[in-house]
């Protein structure tokens, strides 16, 4: 799977040659807006990070860990990507810095530290995404928008435990 | 949302610590957050420019709108309604194509319009119709193929092989895109069959 990056980069610069366009310059930018990406959402992480470190140093991470803990034991989900699992469907920049948080605590290739990049890569900021569409247009009838994408997102953590426990036994 | 929700994060976390006794070093914790914060900017500075950059030339090369042609008969199948409708069709699968190749930033102002044709197809009304509710369900969905970052960061914090979690994300988005469309276009059905089969959008 490593092999998958390369391939994908170079496939699209292969293209990129073939079909004739400045591909340098086009790189340039593309990554030139990609600072500007990361200057928006350099103040999130911060003030994200900010929360996450007061939640987990006070304490208030261990008590939902801990009270969620007898349930997760019975249903075989790691209880450390709790807090994560709560915040993702709210704001990506803040479970990004509970993801980093899991992995420091358990380490990357961790029971723990799988099921939370799969679930990282299987969902995404549901009410952001709800919020900004519906925006847009001023519709505010959503029908069951909600309870769809909320159980895309129960789906998507049953998915990760599963498939990890699968893949990696 | 966030101002609830990140406003009650630090106001009970910091309650909390009253009752724990983890009072003193939560100002340690305030110091080396900030610190944490920069380094988890610097550690995704490097690929979110790299990616940004070879994605403009997936953009301008055609490579992606080669893709979103590919997709159309699935959208076809997936908005049956609007399959006369060129111009919506289009904003639709170019939007989900920019998710599939995660160019994040490009994929939500033609998400948004699509939105705006699928809102000018609906009469304005602030009622959802349903292609809307497909088309944001699907948003809320991740279609990723090739997760980046997330590559980035485990390999950052010290993962053996980054990217063995591939399968396991696309197993997943799958099965949770699949229970997305299934509740929504259930749910479309659903709205159908009380109007007495007529619901125009």
Known sequence: MEIIMPVFAGVIVLYGVIRRVPVFDLFLEGAKD????????????VGLMFAVALLQTSGAADTICGLLSPLAKQLGFPVEIAPMALLRPVSGSGSTALLISV?????????AGRVASVLAGSSETTFYAIAMYY???????????????????LTALIASVITVRFFFG | MLNYLWSALVILSILCSFFTGNSPQLSEAIIDSSAQAVELLLTMAGVMLLWSGIMRIAQESGLTEAFAKMLSPLLRLLFPKIKDKPKALGSISMNLTANLLGLGNTATPLGIQAMKELDALNGGSQTASNEMVVFVVMNTASLQLMPTMLGTLRQRYGSAAPFEILVPVWISSACALTVALMIALGGNHQRVLKRGGRWKS
Do not use: N, Q, Y
């Open chain 1, 135 to 153: 925006g847009s247009v001023g519709v505010k009838h959503i029908r069951h928008t909600l309870p769809a994408a909320l159980a895309a997102d």
């Open chain 1, 103 to 111: 992995f420091e605590e358990c380490g990357t290739d961790s029971f």
């Open chain 1, 34 to 45: 990609g600072i500007k990406t990361l200057i928006t959402i350099a103040p999130t992480i």
